[in-house]
Structure formats: C-alpha cells, structure tokens
Nanobody
Framework: QVQLEESGGGFVQAGGSLRLSCAAS????????LAWFRQAPGKEREFVAA????????YYAASVKGRFTISRDNAKNTLYLQMRSLEPEDTAVYYC?????????????????WGQGTQVTVSS
C-alpha cells in the first residue's frame, strides 16, 4: 500500500509557473504507475498526466501538453508536476494517484491510491 501527499500548490498569475510534489510512503514505490488529476469546482475530475513505473514513458492531456511536465524520483519516492504558462482554466485541486499494473490509464477509476489534493489558483 502507498500513502500519497501533495504539496506545492498556491496562487499564481496567468503565465506563471508552479511545481507540485507528491511524496509517497510505503513499499514498492518504484513499481507504481503514477498520475496527476485535477478537479475544478462543479466539474468532474480529469486526467492531467501520467508516468510509468520506470519513468520511461509519460502521457499528457491535450490541454496541458507542452506546458506541463511530469517526472518522478524513485530514490526520493516523489512525483512531480512542473507547470508552466499557467492559465486561469488550470485552476483546480490537483491530486496525485498511483497503482501497480502493466498499463497506464487516464481513467481515475483505475487508481487505488490517492492524495488529499493541493489547490492551484491562477488569476487572469
């Protein structure tokens, strides 16, 4: 089992940058596929980015591709999301999620482990 805790959210102006972190505790972090999701008020939770267990493959939602970068440091049991050129539409609570398996999914239902979320607010 893995416990996840996000940090790094905050308030930023449009065009700015933030880096989110997700610290994991528990065993076998290196074996887990990890992802970032976000949920804006009144909207469903949506996929942002994912990274395979070994870190060799990454996946992005079209809305963030080219602006966000997902990465992981398996030695530190930490997942990151570097966000650049932020837009007001990026305002949401951001969650990290993880699960083991051979495939990386964009659907939240495939992830068993979740953090509590961190708020990102982008002003125009």
């Amino acid at each position: 089992q893995v416990q996840l805790e996000e940090s790094g959210g905050g308030f930023v102006q449009a065009g700015g940058s933030l880096r989110l972190s997700c610290a994991a505790s528990g065993r076998a972090f290196i074996n887990y596929n990890l992802a970032w999701f976000r949920q804006a008020p009144g909207k469903e939770r949506e996929f942002v980015a994912a990274i395979k267990s070994g870190g060799s493959s990454t996946y992005y939602a079209a809305s963030v591709k080219g602006r966000f970068t997902i990465s992981r440091d398996n030695a530190k049991n930490t997942l990151y999301l570097q966000m650049r050129s932020l837009e007001p539409e990026d305002t949401a609570v951001y969650y990290c999620a993880g699960d083991s398996g051979s495939y990386v999914y964009e659907q939240s239902s495939f992830y068993r482990y979740w953090g509590q979320g961190t708020q990102v607010t982008v002003s125009s």
